[in-house]
DNA sequence: GCTGAATAAAAATTCAAT
DNA sequence: ATTGAATTTTTATTCAGC
């Protein structure tokens, strides 16, 4: 495996799994069998300019660089301007309301955008749905959601 | 020292200097007469949700949390939008124009926002002064803030 | 150039004290 | 609740091999 793949690689499972230390990514990699150290995890960290970051869940977490994040982020703020109808809370849960056909995208940028509060998200054509992890955290994610209008 | 002007000391130095390593906290600290270790700095760390970047120049530094600066981003895209002129390269010099009285807080941003490319900003009443570390650097500032507007 | 093994360096945590 | 000293854990680098 190249490195470029293995870059590739480590940005899909970065946003997909909780990476905590840099062991979490020799381990994934040896399950695929892929053998890698370590060592050339830190190296790709650094060229790829992952950051860790404090989660407020208590961890750490790795995670794409804040540019790359910037730019997800002003997706979502783009799409919310253009095609927000409506948000609401109950319990945990978060819906949000889309026009017509908007809704999956929307949904698969916040999956990327990979909030700490969101537990999961679903979306269909002109709803998404988020559960976050508690009902306090719903609520934060509703306040971050309408920030971006 | 209570810890809140503390982390209101590191929030700060994050922003004016490169700070490399926790270590470089403890000193900075302590020639302004602050005596605290490094398990106190990791510890401010992670409450502040500080992270560390992998620079584009090979080292690591500090740096705010995602979220802020997000939201620094949004201000200049939203500032850029609204008073952005013109703007222009010359060596490693960019000149932003702005409509007049906008060029303080425009440069005020960008200071903040403490930019890898950037090695220092001067503003005036309707123009910002970005010097670069070079002039390659310049280029890639120009594309970025172009992309704000 | 890229990598792993070993090591150094840096960062996080534990533990005890306040 | 906050901290420092000591320690453990994690991360970065060096060095040798390819």
Do not use: W
């Not at 190296?43 to 730019?71: C, T």
């Not at 703020?77 to 889309?98: G, H, P």
């Not at 949904?107 to 999961?120: D, K, V």
Request: proline letters at 3%; glycine letters at 4%; aromatic letters at 8%.
């Amino acid at each position: 495996m190249k490195k470029k793949e293995r870059h590739h690689l480590l940005r899909q499972l970065v946003q997909q799994e909780t990476i905590q230390k840099q062991e979490d990514f020799v381990e994934i990699l040896l399950n695929r069998g892929i053998d890698i150290t370590q060592a050339t995890i830190s190296r790709d960290i650094k060229e790829m300019q992952l950051i860790k970051v404090p989660s407020q869940s208590g961890g750490y977490h790795y995670s794409l660089p804040p540019e790359m994040n910037f730019n997800i982020s002003k997706k979502i703020s783009r799409l919310m301007k253009d095609a927000f109808v409506s948000i609401d809370t109950q319990k945990e849960f978060v819906i949000i309301k889309t026009l017509p056909g908007n809704a999956f995208a929307l949904g698969t940028l916040i999956e990327t955008a990979n909030y700490e509060e969101m537990f999961g998200c679903i979306s269909g054509d002109n709803s998404v749905l988020i559960i976050c992890r508690s009902e306090d955290q719903a609520e934060i994610f509703q306040r971050r959601m309408i920030s971006f209008v």
